[in-house]
Structure formats: structure tokens, C-alpha cells
Nanobody, 112 residues
Framework: VQLQASGGGLVQAGGSLRLSCAAS????????MGWYRQAPGKQRELVAF??????TNYHDSVKGRFTISRDNAKTVTLQMNSLKPEDTAVYYC????????WGQGTLVTVSS
């Protein structure tokens, strides 16, 4: 199973970015998909996740600004609006099957 993340980049504060993550390989079903992030010098934190049934959960700092969705059973998208400099981090997607699989990370940089 492989996860391919895309969509990071540089944006000014107040701007938007859209991250996508696609799973491939021998997959029967995926339970939870989501995103973590890790800023320089900080611990990795859970940004958002979505279950196969569509239930979502967000870190308090991104509620109302980020939206997570499942485009299909194997793809998860994170729409990030009203970005702030403190959102700057490497974002990692994950998928929970029999194990937890991770994407390679994509850098999001928000300039002030």
C-alpha cells in the first residue's frame, strides 16, 4: 500500500491550498484517512481525519478553516482556507487499514 500526497506549496496568509492523498496497492477497504502536520521544532499533531462513513474530526486550531473529504474510497482531500503563518508545517496523510500507512509528506509554507 502506498500513499501519494500532493498540493503543498507557498501561499500568503489568508490564502488557500488544497492537499490530496491517494492510496494505491492491494486495498480491500480503508477505515480512517486523515492528515497530521509537523512544524519545525514541534511534535506531530493530528489536523483532521475522516472515517469511511464520513464522520470528521478537526484540531481546534483549524476548525472553520479546513475541510476534509473523501473523494472516493481511496482518496482524501484537505481544503485549507484562511491560512495562517502558524499553519506552516510538513503535512502527512495517513490511512488506517490493517496497519497505519503514511504518505511522504508535503510542505505547506504560509508567509505573513
Amino acid at each position: 500500500v502506498q500513499l501519494q500526497a500532493s498540493g503543498g506549496g507557498l501561499v500568503q496568509a489568508g490564502g488557500s491550498l488544497r492537499l490530496s492523498c491517494a492510496a494505491s496497492g492491494s486495498i480491500v477497504s480503508i477505515g480512517v484517512m486523515g492528515w497530521y502536520r509537523q512544524a519545525p521544532g514541534k511534535q506531530r499533531e493530528l489536523v483532521a481525519f475522516i472515517t469511511s462513513g464520513g464522520r470528521t474530526n478537526y484540531h481546534d486550531s483549524v476548525k472553520g478553516r479546513f475541510t476534509i473529504s473523501r473523494d472516493n474510497a481511496k482518496t482524501v482531500t484537505l481544503q485549507m482556507n484562511s491560512l495562517k503563518p502558524e499553519d506552516t508545517a510538513v503535512y502527512y496523510c495517513y490511512a488506517q487499514l490493517e496497519y497505519v500507512y503514511w504518505g511522504q509528506g508535503t510542505l505547506v509554507t504560509v508567509s505573513s
